[in-house]
C-alpha cells in the first residue's frame, strides 16, 4: 500500500467513526428484531419523584407548580427535593410549599449523586422517578411512566426529554438537533432490548435495583444502567415527555461537556467490571453509542491530519487552499451567532469539550459539583 492510500484509508476510517452513532449504528439497529414487552401484572401503584437543586430560585416556580399538578392527579405520589447548599433562596421557596414537598437540605456542596442518595434513601415508593430543578414534566407523564411496569421483567423506564428555545442560538440548534437523534437512537434501543443508560432529565426503577456508588460518579448512568446489570430491562417511554430550556450560549455548553465527559469517562472506568459481564448486544450498543462517541475528537484530529498530509503529497496548493477554507470556515462560524457555520463550529466545540473532558477524567480529575447554566 502507497502512503496516499493509506492516508486516504486513515480519513476514510476516521470519517467513519466520527459518523457511526449518528448513522451506520442507527442503521444496524433497525435492522435488528424487535423485543416487545409483555405487560402481565399489575403497575405498581406507588411511586417516589426525586430531584436534587442548586442555586434554581428563578426556575423554582415554575417547576413547583408543575409538581402541585402533578401532585394533584396523583395524591400519593411522594416527591422529594435535595437542596445542594444553594445561596438564592432556593431550598426556602421548596420549603414554604408545605407538605407538596419533602425538603432535604445537603451541609454544603456535596453534588447530586450525594443528593440523590440521601433522597432514595428516605423515598418510600416501590418506583423512583428521577429528574431534574429545571425540568417540567407534561401531566400524563407520571400514569404513563407507571404503566410500563405492569411487565415484570421491566426495571426501568426513561421518557423522553423535549428541549425549548431551539431557535434562540446556533448553540441551542445544535444542541435541539443532537438530542433529537439520540432520543431517535434510544427508541431503537428500547425496541430491540434495552436502553444503554438514562439522562437526569426523566427515568425511573425500580425501588429494589437502586444500587450503591461513590459520589463522584454520574448518578444517572450509575443507577440507570444497575437495571441492565441485574437482568432486567431498560426501556423507553415516548409519550412519557419532559420539557427542559436549551443552553444558548457557547461557553455554558461548553463547561456542561466537558462536566459531564469527565464524569461518563469516571463512570465508565467505576462500572467496568459489570460491563464486560452484559450480553453481546448490549456491550455493542454501548459501544457505539458511548465510547466512540467520547473519542469522536480524536477521530477528527486525526482525520484531519491525514487529509492535511493527503492534501500536501498532492498539490501543495491545494494543501494551502484548503487550510485556508477551513480556517475561514471557522472564522466565520465563531463570528457568526446562526447559520451553517456557526452550526459547524458548534459541533466542534462540542467535540472538543468531550475530549477535554474524558482526559481530564484519564488523568484522575472528575467533578462532584455542577453550577445551573446562566444562559438556559
Known amino acids: 500500500m502507497t502512503i496516499d492510500l493509506f492516508l486516504a484509508a486513515i480519513v476514510l476510517l476516521c470519517l467513519v467513526a466520527v459518523a457511526w452513532p449518528f448513522l451506520f449504528y442507527p442503521l444496524i439497529l433497525r435492522l435488528l428484531p424487535s423485543r416487545p414487552e409483555h405487560p402481565v401484572s399489575t403497575a405498581p401503584s406507588s411511586a417516589s419523584l426525586l430531584f436534587c437543586a442548586y442555586n434554581e430560585a428563578a426556575a423554582m416556580p415554575e417547576k413547583l407548580a408543575n409538581l402541585a399538578t402533578l401532585k394533584r392527579l396523583h395524591p400519593s405520589l411522594e416527591i422529594l427535593a435535595f437542596d445542594d447548599g444553594s445561596t438564592d433562596g432556593t431550598g426556602d421557596l421548596i420549603a414554604a410549599q408545605g407538605d407538596l414537598v419533602t425538603l432535604v437540605r445537603g451541609p454544603g456542596r456535596s453534588g447530586k449523586a450525594h443528593g440523590m442518595k440521601q433522597l432514595a434513601a428516605r423515598a418510600a415508593g416501590d418506583v423512583l422517578i428521577f429528574t431534574d430543578a429545571n425540568v417540567l414534566l407534561d401531566e400524563e407523564a407520571i400514569g404513563r411512566l407507571l404503566a410500563r411496569y405492569a411487565d415484570p421483567d421491566v426495571g426501568g423506564v426513561l421518557g423522553s426529554l423535549h428541549y425549548v428555545g431551539a431557535d434562540e442560538s446556533a448553540t441551542a440548534s445544535i444542541g435541539s438537533l443532537y438530542w433529537r437523534i439520540e432520543e431517535r437512537l434510544k427508541d431503537e434501543e428500547s425496541r430491540t432490548g434495552n436502553v444503554l443508560g438514562a439522562d437526569g432529565s426523566i427515568f425511573s426503577i425500580r425501588k429494589p435495583l437502586y444500587p450503591t456508588f461513590p459520589d463522584g460518579v454520574l448518578d444517572d448512568l450509575t443507577v440507570s444502567m444497575a437495571v441492565i446489570f441485574a437482568g432486567k430491562r431498560l426501556v423507553k ?74 492534501a500536501m503529497r498532492l498539490s501543495p496548493v491545494l494543501y494551502m487552499s484548503g487550510a485556508i ?5 471557522i472564522w466565520i462560524g465563531v463570528r457568526a451567532k446562526s447559520g451553517p457555520f456557526a452550526a459547524l463550529v458548534d459541533v466542534l466545540i462540542a467535540y472538543a469539550a468531550t475530549l477535554q ?5 484519564m488523568t484522575g480529575r472528575t467533578v462532584t459539583v455542577w453550577n445551573p447554566a446562566k444562559s438556559r
Not at 477554507?325 to 470556515?329: E, F, T
Not at 473532558?357 to 477524567?361: E, K, S, T
Open 237 to 310: 417511554a415516548r409519550d412519557v415527555i419532559a420539557r427542559e430550556r436549551l443552553v444558548t450560549a457557547r461557553q455554558d455548553e461548553y463547561r456542561r461537556k466537558v462536566r459531564i465527559a469527565a464524569r461518563s469517562w469516571h463512570t465508565h472506568g467505576h462500572l467496568r467490571p459489570q460491563l464486560r459481564r452484559m450480553a453481546a448486544i448490549d456491550r455493542f450498543k454501548y459501544a457505539s453509542r458511548k465510547i466512540v462517541r467520547w473519542f469522536g475528537g480524536v477521530f477528527i484530529l486525526i482525520g484531519a491530519a491525514a487529509a492535511g498530509a493527503l
Open 325 to 329: 477554507a477551513v480556517g475561514l470556515v
Open 357 to 361: 473532558g474524558v482526559a481530564r477524567a
